[in-house]
């Protein structure tokens, strides 16, 4: 029972932070639709990698980041700068003209591999969303920040983690009329996301101020 809890609180916790469209799980149907299932899945190890040392790292320091607000302002104006610049490149590579089909070549799977570590070192909502749910969670008296319940509950996440990109990469592949249209506007659809993002982010740098008004 005391390892059923933590894992199961991490698969949970990762489902829901994962599950909308962002920019990890699109790009991983993008990866898929463009150049199969391999690649997909692993672009999806590297970035569930990742995921595991952001988790960890958020629960090792979530009471000092509860306690440092300007540590979360810090880490919200890195975020800003980091997707303001891929709502840019995902917009500018959107409006490139697509070479023909036949002049499209295949990335390695190792190169889909550190794009997944580089794309999920990139998003740093883990950290935040993490520290967040364990925060909450112990004040309902459903986490303990000891070890064993902390390698568990980030093996929950794990799994939790690379099986929604394992979903998002089957359904875009089982849809033939989604998986045209990701195709096509892929990027203007993940810009899109990181734009979305971008906005809320800033919007929570400036609600303190506007406050003050």
Do not use: C
């Not at 499209?104 to 570590?117: A, D, P, V």
């Not at 096509?184 to 740098?205: A, D, E, H, P, R």
């Amino acid at each position: 029972m005391f390892f059923t809890l933590p894992l199961f609180l991490g698969f949970f916790a990762a489902a829901i932070g994962i599950a909308p469209p962002g920019l990890i799980n699109m790009t991983a149907a993008k990866v898929s639709i463009d150049e199969g299932r391999n690649g997909a899945f692993s672009f999806a190890i590297g970035a569930t990698l990742i995921v595991f040392f952001q988790t960890f790292l958020a629960l090792l320091f979530a009471e000092f980041i509860d306690s440092r607000p300007d540590v979360i302002n810090l880490l919200q104006e890195i975020g800003l700068v980091i997707f303001l610049t891929l709502t840019a490149y995902f917009f500018w590579t959107a409006r490139k003209p697509k070479p023909p089909k036949g002049e499209l070549k295949m990335h390695s799977m190792t190169n889909r591999f550190f794009l997944g570590i580089l794309l999920s070192v990139l998003n740093l909502f883990p950290i935040p969303y993490y520290v967040f749910v364990s925060i909450t969670l112990s004040s309902y008296g459903y986490f303990l920040f000891s070890k064993s319940f902390v390698y568990v509950f980030v093996a929950g996440v794990v799994l939790g983690s690379f099986l929604v990109f394992y979903l998002y990469i089957l359904f875009f592949n089982k849809k033939e009329g989604k998986s045209s249209f990701l195709k096509n506007n892929g990027n203007y659809i993940i810009g899109s996301v990181t734009g979305l993002i971008s906005l809320l982010t800033l919007f929570k740098i400036i609600k303190p101020y506007l406050n003050l008004i």
